[in-house]
């Protein structure tokens, strides 16, 4: 059976302490420029986003004061990054909808990598007939047009952020799942884990000291690479009107008005965009990054 | 290796200047017109929307037709009628050189027949109450009684129809503007299938036999709609278009672009703001003009607190909104204090909402709630739509200012809102009604107790009354009193919030002559012709 | 490889039978129904339009009625549009979203192999960061984004394209780029890793040590490899690719089967969303299938698996 996988499967290792084999990792990760960069530029997004988040007025607007008297005003002292068309400052609705739009990329990948994790690791210790039906599972899932559940579920569960989490987490994990459950059969079989159940060690303590190491390096990967797939869904929803609800805001949502009057105000897709783009950039570079450090086969002279 | 692809693309794209299609257009008299949606149906029996209408005014004719300027009943199928004194009975007279497009004549056994059909209650028809003022029409839909003949529609020969109606109905010949009046070709139906069935597909342009000035020629879901000047109408002469082009866009934006590239004669559905940038800028592309429609919040009155009519009017009376229409809208709406829009068919209600936010306060004090103190959540019900949610979201702030009360927003898709408001399952609901036809019964039957459309839960006798008086007399004076005195207890319970009145903003090019705004924003194809633009 | 196959067919058939199954209480228990509107019908028309169409049913027996039609390759009539079955539709919308479909692959294809093959022989170079960089504008920017820049530069200003509109060759170009950005940008990186890869083995290094030139090494090596989680991905995703983008078909007005797709679901046009559910899942399988058929050749280690 194909495993089809998007991504170069990482060689298991023997990890023994496991020690050496992080610091090694971390030391490559340090001379990736990129990625250093994108870790950095998260950091700092990451910071500003939660802080506005959790401290609404920080900048002197609420996200959802309007100036109708004003309107949609290009950048200036008052606004930095001027307002919408409701007078609302774009600044503020930037970083309170970075603290969305990151919390949702955040908690569905969390999801995501916990379903799939616990879905794929099962499958692939148990192998045999239990394997295969849930990889069929998987294959069915995989066969179902996205949008078409997404809407649904939107439209059932009614709209709300939680469950927004939940409906994006809850169809994205089919990759992680495949990926992990490919690793896990590829670790089983080494050497070094027969050579531990030869010498009688219990399972649990097999998978603790031994397959979970191998598997936190394309996990991680995973899911550094999931949080720019799952922030652009998030867009995508809300560019179907299902995503977050006014008047909170997100990436997604003002990247959508900001596209509407691009012509006439484009201060309102040129900021959000390009914060969106450098996010994503730098998520990927961070995961590229992950991937090089973390993938012992590929080094480099 | 970028750079060859890249330029292959642009070599395909063409060099230099292409004649668009706007100036193909004027050259073969072709009218583009931006639809704003795919037709669900072309069965006038069937059809319920404005796409669906644009193109069947195109396609079929009524006894009468609407003027393009002032909408004025004008001689359509019929050559000429007659009313009765006592205005229950109207005599039609067809002409004798009236013909479908495959030859036959029209007859008035045709119309006959069709509004037979409409009123077939297997066809389920969505505006067969469109029919109801002839007699016993109602019955006969809702299935009480089941002999046509008793209805109040005969053919006294070929040529002559004579309707009779149950109450005098002044405004009957402006109703015929809409589509479930038009004949349909019965014969033709019944040889693709039964005369019933909603899915014969006698529409389809290889099947289509129309009475219009036009014909159906290509019919290509989501892509077009062709048609094509009719050769057997009556007044084909006068008919100076070749072709008429429909295009189903819904996007308002992906429908402006294509106005702005040259692809459209005329796009209805320009975004906000744009609206306001061609406004300034483009002032000779585009026209505003009232439209018979307005904006309302419904509110549930069986749900506390909006059963207290005093909280109603706090509500209604704490907003501003000409910061809506100035600032959100900005395509000249008008704000409404009212529900009817003024000046519809001659009447303007006199009643209205005064804007007074310390006047609100007080009510709310009064209802038990002073300065929003315990003032229970309450919600703004609206379909996903980023106009809807930009004014929830200003009136939100504004209740919020004026009466220190937290309205949460809750947006519904499409489909699940309407289903809460049909089982009152709301607080507050973004509705809007376009009137069927130009006369004030049209909004104000709305809230009589028992409509479909009313959806409050609120009731009042004397306001059904006096709806009643105005439906059974055609003395304009005594009806439009009525409707004065019934708006006014509207106004007074306020069981709906009336936000701001209807425009029409059209992007329409030079080139198009002969075509006039009007308030129901009907299209009179016959005589609109195109005239090249000189550079 | 035939028993393969035909096991995947066979298999294919309790597949689809769950999806249908599923789709059909998910679709008749999400509030809303066809026959809403905003003017509201009475009562006794709603009644006859919903006779008409079966609906009034026991749910259980309206669900065995769809299975047997289903059964039948009937996919049913459109509520939306009456007169117009959903097989019709389809059949009439599909060609249109293939199209765009291979002309947005070709694209993603032809940018992303290349894009990744250059950046892999040099990598670490400026022509490995300024591809990789072009190609995350595919990733980072979103298609609803894309497709208008793409429309307000070179069909608004400087009037080579048409806005929007499906009519000629040259409708096409716009479109197929801006669908197939995002793929592009996925292949170039896959493309990139796999080659890296295949590069970095021993074999290539003893090839080259023997003196072979850069592209020799490539086309004789490095591309079965290389290739392979290209292959991998587009798999699954080629099924999404060709059976339209809702976002493209619906900035560029193309009349696809991609915009059936959700506003079928909008609409609550319930025969029209099985329909398209059972076929876009009929798709993804064959096009897994032909991916996997694929893998194999190229990859005899896997035949074993």
């Known amino acids: ?115 799939g994790v616990i879905y794929g690791a099962i499958a692939g210790f148990a192998g045999g007939k239990l394997d295969m039906l849930m990889m069929r599972f998987v294959d069915i899932l995989y066969a179902l047009p996205f949008v078409i559940f997404v809407i649904l579920l939107m439209v059932f569960l009614g709209q709300n952020i939680f ?139 | 290796m970028y750079l060859t692809l890249l330029c292959l693309a642009l070599l395909a794209g063409g060099c230099g200047k292409h004649e668009t299609l706007v100036e193909i257009g004027d050259r073969t008299q072709e009218l583009r017109i931006g639809n704003e949606g795919e037709p669900a149906s072309l069965d006038p029996a069937v059809a319920t929307g404005v796409p669906e209408h644009n193109v069947l005014v195109s ?112 405004y009957l010949l402006s109703m015929m503007f809409q589509d479930s009046w038009d004949p349909v070709p019965v014969a033709v139906i019944k040889k693709h299938g039964a005369i019933d069935d909603r899915t014969n597909p006698w529409t389809r342009p290889e099947n289509f036999v129309g009475n219009g000035p036009f014909v159906l020629k290509e019919w290509r879901i989501n892509s077009h709609i062709l048609v094509e000047k009719s050769p057997t109408y009556w007044d084909a002469k006068k008919v100076r278009l070749n072709k008429i082009y429909f ?88 704000p409404a204090y009212f529900l009817t829009p003024p000046d519809t068919a001659g009447y303007t209600c006199q009643t209205k909402i005064k804007e007074d936010a310390s006047a609100a306060r007080q009510l709310l004090a009064e209802a038990g709630y002073p300065d929003g103190k315990n003032f229970p959540t309450v919600e703004v019900l609206f379909n996903t739509l980023q106009t809807h949610k930009a004014i929830a979201e200003a009136l939100q702030q504004m209740w919020k200012k004026n009466l220190n009360v937290n309205i949460v927003l809750h947006n519904e898709e499409w489909k699940v809102y309407l289903d809460s408001l049909r089982q009152t399952n709301y607080f507050i609901g973004r509705f809007a009604w376009i009137g069927d036809y130009v006369d004030p019964s049209t909004f104000l039957d709305l809230f009589t107790t028992g409509s479909g459309n009313n959806e409050t ?46 425009t029409q903003a059209r992007l329409i090019r030079p080139d198009v002559h002969g075509w006039y705004p009007n308030v129901i924003d009907d299209y009179d194809f016959k005589s609109i012709y195109l005239v090249p633009e000189k550079n | 490889m035939l028993r393969f196959i035909t096991r995947r067919f066979l298999e294919t058939i309790p597949v689809l039978f769950i999806i249908a199954t599923a789709t059909f209480f998910m679709m008749r228990l999400t509030p809303g ?162 080659f890296l890869e295949v590069l970095n083995q021993d074999y290539i290094r003893t090839a080259r040590a023997k003196g072979a030139g850069g592209a020799q090494v490539l086309f004789k090596h490095a591309l079965r490899g290389g290739i392979l989680p290209v292959v991998s991905f587009l798999g699954p995703t080629v099924a999404g690719v060709l059976t339209g983008s809702f976002v493209v078909e619906t900035i560029f007005g193309i009349p696809g089967l991609g915009r059936f797709f959700v506003t079928a679901a909008f609409n609550r046009d319930y025969f029209m969303v099985m329909g398209s559910v059972l076929f876009y899942a009929c798709f993804v399988m064959a096009c897994n299938l032909v991916a996997d058929v694929v893998l194999v050749w190229l990859n005899p280690k896997m035949r074993f698996e």
């Open chain 1, 1 to 115: 059976m194909a495993d089809s996988t998007p991504m170069t499967m990482v060689e298991p290792v023997e990890t023994g302490g496991g020690a050496s084999f992080w610091q090694d990792a971390r030391h490559r990760l340090w001379k990736n420029k990129l990625a250093v960069f994108g870790l950095a530029v998260i950091s700092v997004l990451a910071v500003l986003c939660f802080t506005a988040f959790l401290f609404p007025n920080i900048t002197g607007y609420s996200y959802e004061q309007q100036d109708l008297v004003l309107g949609p005003a290009p950048p200036s002292h008052a606004h930095w990054l001027g307002t919408d068309p409701l007078g609302r400052d774009l600044l503020t609705r930037l970083l309170y909808g970075g603290g969305i739009s990151l919390s949702v990329g955040l908690c569905a990948t969390a999801v995501s990598l916990i379903i």
């Open chain 2, 247 to 334: 295009d189903p866009t819904e996007d308002a934006d992906t429908a402006e672009r294509m106005f702005r590239s040259g692809q459209l004669h005329s796009d209805t559905q320009p975004p906000p703001s744009k609206v306001a940038f061609y406004r300034k800028n483009k002032p000779d592309l585009i026209k505003v003009y009232p439209y018979l429609g307005t904006y309302i919040y419904k509110l549930n009155v069986t749900r506390p607190p909006l059963n207290d009519k005093r909280v109603r009017k706090a509500l209604a009376m704490a907003i501003d909104r000409n910061a809506i229409t100035e600032t959100i809208l900005r395509a000249g709406q008008e």
């Open chain 2, 457 to 502: 839960g609120w009731s009042n006798a004397e306001y059904d009354r006096l709806c009643r008086v105005a439906a059974n007399t055609g003395n304009r004076a005594a009806r439009y009193d009525a409707f004065q005195k019934a708006e006014a207890i509207l106004m007074d319970e306020m069981p709906i919030m009336p936000i701001y009145f209807y």
């Open chain 3, 33 to 194: 129904g066809p026959f809403d509107s905003e003017k509201q019908v009475s009562p006794e028309i709603r009644a006859r339009m919903e006779a008409h169409y079966g609906l009034d049913k026991p749910l259980f027996q309206q669900y065995l009625l769809q299975m047997k039609h289903l059964l039948q390759g009937d996919l049913g009539p459109s509520f939306k549009y009456p007169g117009r079955s959903v097989n019709e539709i389809i059949a009439d919308s599909f060609p249109v979203s293939l199209e765009l479909g291979c002309e947005a692959l070709v694209v993603a294809l032809v940018f992303g192999l290349a894009a990744g093959m250059v950046a892999s022989l040099k990598q670490n170079s400026a022509w490995d960061h300024i591809p990789m960089g072009l190609a995350m504008i595919g990733i980072c920017v979103p298609t609803f984004v894309l497709g208008p820049l793409l429309i307000s530069a070179f069909a608004l200003h400087l009037d080579w394209f048409n806005a929007a509109g499906w009519y000629f060759p040259r409708d096409r170009v716009l479109p197929a780029l801006t669908l197939g950005a995002y793929y592009a940008a996925y292949i170039a990186r896959l493309c990139r890793g796999g």
């Open chain 2, 59 to 170: 396609l079929f004719e009524s006894l009468v037709f609407a003027d393009g300027k002032d909408l004025s009943p004008r001689p359509g199928a019929a050559e000429s009628w007659e009313i009765s004194p006592d205005g229950i009975v109207y005599t039609f007279h067809l002409r004798k050189n009236g013909r479908w497009s495959n030859g036959d004549p029209v007859t008035a056994q045709d119309f006959v027949e069709s509004y037979h059909r409409v009123l077939m209650p297997s066809l389920g028809s969505q505006y067969s109450y469109m029919l109801y003022p002839l007699k016993n029409a109602e019955a006969f839909n809702l299935g009480k009684i089941t002999n046509f003949n008793e209805v109040g529609v005969k053919a006294l020969d070929d040529y002559t129809l004579q309707l009779t109606l149950h109450s005098q109905t002044p």
């Open chain 1, 163 to 301: 469950l927004l989490f939940v409906a994006i987490g809850a169809v994205s994990w089919l990759t992680m799942a495949r990926i992990v459950r490919g690793q896990v059969m590829a670790i089983k079989r080494q050497e070094f884990v027969e050579a531990a159940h030869a010498l009688g060690l219990r399972r649990g303590r097999i998978i603790f000291r031994h397959i979970v190491p191998n598997l936190l390096g394309p996990i991680i990967v995973y899911a550094t690479l999931t949080m720019p797939e799952v922030i652009l869904l998030e867009s995508f929803l809300s560019f179907l009107g299902l995503g977050v609800q006014p008047p909170h805001s997100s990436w997604g949502v003002l990247i959508k008005e900001g596209a509407e009057v691009m012509e006439e105000y484009p201060w309102l897709l040129l900021y959000p965009g390009f914060v969106m783009a450098l996010t994503l950039f730098s998520l990927n570079f961070l995961g590229d990054g992950l991937r090089d450090a973390l993938d012992v086969r590929g080094s480099k002279d």
